[in-house]
């Protein structure tokens, strides 16, 4: 079975800094990333990157703050965020696809985590 597990969300000051962990059971995936959704908005991209390869696409809003990297061993990829800002409040989904090309739409990301709270206060 197939399961994305998410941890590391939580609720931090402005400035600060979070990781977020992805673990991957069941089998690898081509591609793996980050999305968040923001109570009333849609879900949208955080980050996403090929597990083979240094292939990483990042919002324009994160660039410079967070930072998307993979461990094989674990089959686990991270998301370290920094200078998180109060707009960066969100529920974190962890997403996985078979195919091989990035894509930076939620509709076509196969898997799923349960997803993780993060919450920056000001």
């Known amino acids: 079975q197939v399961q994305l597990v998410e941890s590391g969300g939580g609720l931090v000051q402005a400035g600060g800094s979070l990781r977020l962990s992805c673990a991957a059971s069941g089998r690898t995936f081509n591609v793996m990333g980050w999305f968040r959704q923001a109570p009333g908005k849609e879900r949208e991209l955080v980050a996403v990157r090929r597990w083979s390869g240094g292939d990483i696409r990042y919002a324009e809003f994160v660039k410079g703050r967070f930072t998307i990297s993979r461990d094989n061993a674990k089959n686990t990829v991270y998301l370290q965020m920094n200078s998180l800002k109060p707009e960066d409040t969100a529920v974190y989904y962890c997403?996985?696809?078979?195919?091989?090309?990035?894509?930076?739409?939620?509709?076509?990301?196969?898997?799923w985590g349960q997803g993780t709270q993060v919450t920056v206060s000001s």
């Open positions: 997403a996985a696809r078979n195919s091989l090309v990035l894509s930076t739409s939620s509709r076509e990301y196969d898997y």
